[in-house]
Structures are given as structure tokens and as C-alpha cells.
């Protein structure tokens, strides 16, 4: 997986995909850099969350488990190991079930993985190990995704499965199918519509490009500034009562 928000942490960051290469951005939404609030008890991102490279959930592909279209993005990543990752970081990861998000009307799977790295990673090999090892962190997992855009003004979300976490293999066989869907995106079988697929990997798609192409797009990406400070009323708590 790519790590795009480290555990703790509240800039909303994600791979661009509208952007040459993909590069790992901050929301912006009116003109302001995006945070997700502190929805009590919980503090930013409750793991290390981001992305696993080389899937897309199809927004035109009605997914039979859910009933609802993908939402057009990688699939999702939950890392629940003991370190917190750095942002950009690329760590293998040992699946272990997925939680089925309905998210503003469309399919957003999120992966529950451990770091195989992790000391412990030889205990996890299913969702069930989770349960038993880590007490309350799936519950947490579901209340963290159902009221975490509520502080904008947004309905709690809602969830397939009756907020049920699915197995291991279902979870692979999510992952492979979102696979299948990139792997027609990047040979243009697919519309991906704004989607960026350039690339420096997959040397059959016509969207490969050099490695000196690639440097050259790195290079002509403005120097770092100075880094805008974090506003005040990220680290501020948000209360409501649950409905």
C-alpha cells in the first residue's frame, strides 16, 4: 500500500489522480486546505490510511455486493500495525477483511490490513484476529467512518452488510476484481474519463512513459515553500450526539 495520511494525523491527503504521475496532495475544497476533524473520542486518522496502487473502483461498474457504483478512486487501506507510517511510505501489507462503506451514495471499500513488518503481523491472518487481539478497534473503524464527514454539515454514512466486516478471501476477491478494473483503465478498454494514467511500469500500456520523462515531470514541479500553519480548530474536538 501507499501511505497517504499517517496515524494521527488530520490534512485530508490523497493520491491525485487527475494529475500527471499521481502525486500525493491535500484536499482543497473553497479555496482552504482540507482537515478532517476530531470527532470525539477520536483523534485524526485512526490508522495509517491509504491506498493499494494499480486499483480503481469503477464509477460505472454497479458492484453486486453493495448495490452502488464505485467512487472512481484506488481502493482504501486501513493499516492497523503498531508504527506510524510516513506520508508517501510504500509498505507490504498482509490482508485481513474490508468493511463495505456507503459513502454519499457510492461504493467506497475500505481494506483492513496489517504492516507485515509489524512485530505482531504473524498473529493477524483474518478479521476475526482483529477482534480478539485489538478490542473495539473495529467498532471504532465503523464509528470513525460513519461520523467523520458529520462536523461538515454532511448525514452519517452508511455501510453494506449491516456494518458487517467481510473475511480475508472476500476481501482479496474485492481487491483483484478493483485490479481487473484498473488493468482496463491503463490498456483503454475502459473510459477512466479525467483519470491520469501515466505511468513508468507497465511497459504494454500506451500511457508508459521514460524514466526521463518521469524526472523531467518531477523536476518542473515548483520548489517546497514555506509550509502554511496548521489552523487552530484542526486539534479542536467536535461533539453531537449519535443518532
Not at 494529475?19 to 495509517?48: C, E, M, S, T
Not at 449491516?162 to 473475511?167: A, G, I, Q, T
Request: charged share 30%.
Amino acid at each position: 500500500m501507499v501511505v497517504e495520511v499517517p496515524r494521527w494525523t488530520n490534512a485530508k491527503m490523497e493520491i491525485a489522480t487527475k494529475d500527471r504521475l499521481n502525486p500525493i496532495k491535500q484536499d482543497v475544497k473553497k479555496g482552504k486546505l482540507r482537515y478532517v476533524a476530531n470527532v470525539f473520542p477520536h483523534k485524526g486518522y485512526i490508522w495509517n490510511y491509504g491506498a493499494i496502487p494499480q486499483t480503481w473502483e469503477h464509477p460505472g461498474h454497479k458492484d453486486e455486493n453493495t448495490g452502488y457504483y464505485g467512487d472512481n478512486d484506488p481502493i482504501d487501506v486501513c493499516e492497523i500495525g503498531s508504527k506510524v507510517c510516513s506520508r508517501g511510505e510504500v509498505i507490504k501489507v498482509k490482508v485481513l477483511g474490508t468493511l463495505a462503506l456507503i459513502d454519499e451514495g457510492e461504493t467506497d471499500w475500505k481494506v483492513i490490513a496489517i504492516n507485515i513488518e509489524d512485530p505482531e503481523a504473524a498473529k493477524y491472518n483474518n478479521i476475526d484476529d482483529v477482534r480478539k487481539m485489538k478490542p473495539g478497534y473495529l467498532e471504532a473503524t465503523v464509528d470513525w467512518f460513519r461520523r467523520y464527514k458529520v462536523p461538515d454539515g454532511k448525514p452519517e454514512n452508511q455501510f453494506a452488510f449491516n456494518e458487517e466486516f467481510k473475511d480475508k478471501d472476500f476481501a482479496i476477491n474485492i481487491i483483484k476484481s478493483t485490479h481487473e478494473h484498473w488493468t482496463a483503465l491503463v490498456s483503454k478498454t475502459t473510459d477512466g474519463g479525467e483519470i491520469n494514467c501515466t505511468n513508468t511500469t507497465v511497459s504494454d500500456s500506451s500511457f508508459c512513459i521514460s524514466q526521463e520523462s518521469a524526472k523531467a515531470t518531477v523536476e518542473a514541479v515548483p520548489p517546497f515553500g514555506t509550509a502554511n500553519t496548521i489552523p487552530p480548530e484542526v486539534d479542536k474536538w467536535f461533539y453531537y450526539q449519535k443518532n
